[in-house]
């Protein structure tokens, strides 16, 4: 497997909540403001998202989002953080040292 292809299934588990402890969320504030249920449903559509193509994903880490949700545009973010969240990872591919940052903003505060 490259290091690509581990990236992407670490991001994917992320996404979905499967790493516990190397995800931390971010919520911009319009999402912040979401009614529970839109956040909930937000959420859902993250952790679903499959729709990977060379314009959203270049380097194959599907690390990238963007998704409709009651008319407006969101975007999702994965980056990577050493464990301090002080810098860059090093090696995102090592979950002993990476801690990936996922942010979920309205595409305004882009």
Known sequence: MSPNDKI???NDKARKGWLPGSTKILLTRMVT???ELELA???RAVAAFD????????YGERDFGAIELGGERCFW???????SL???A???SDTSETMRV????HASEY
Do not use: Q, S, V
């Open 77 to 83: 973010k994965i980056d990577y953080y050493d464990r």
């Open 90 to 92: 090093e090696d995102p």
């Open 51 to 58: 729709t990977f193509t060379e314009d959203n994903d270049p």
């Open 86 to 88: 002080r810098c860059g």
């Open 33 to 35: 403001a979401l009614p």
């Open 102 to 105: 996922l942010t979920l903003m």
């Open 8 to 10: 992407a299934l670490l």
């Open 41 to 43: 449903e937000l959420r």
